[in-house]
């Protein structure tokens, strides 16, 4: 169990964004082995997983344009479809 709020060795910042994304409290529970110091290794290094992924720093999406290219091939298959369509209209005129 790891307190977060508790804790001196992060930043106010960083105990913030781990409280937003995994909440105040970071906590793992290893049954794994029989063995209860191995059990013990386990949970710390799902503790410190939980903690590491807590703290990342998601990137900032870049906005993209369609390439020229792109965009012809979009108009070229609207203007495809409408002409499909226009021949499954019925001749009344």
């Not at 870049?62 to 001749?91: D, M």
Request: without cysteine; positive net charge.
């Amino acid at each position: 169990m790891f307190d977060v709020e508790a804790s001196s060795a992060l930043t106010d910042v960083q105990k913030r964004r781990v409280a937003g994304r995994a909440g105040s409290v970071l906590r793992a529970v290893a049954q794994d082995e029989r063995s209860q110091a191995r059990n013990r290794e386990l949970a710390v290094e799902r503790l410190v997983d939980q903690l590491r992924e807590a703290l990342k720093v998601p990137r900032r999406r870049r906005a993209t344009k369609p390439t020229a290219a792109a965009r012809e091939r979009r108009l070229a298959e609207k203007k495809r479809r409408g002409e499909t369509k226009k021949l499954r209209r019925s001749v009344d005129d």
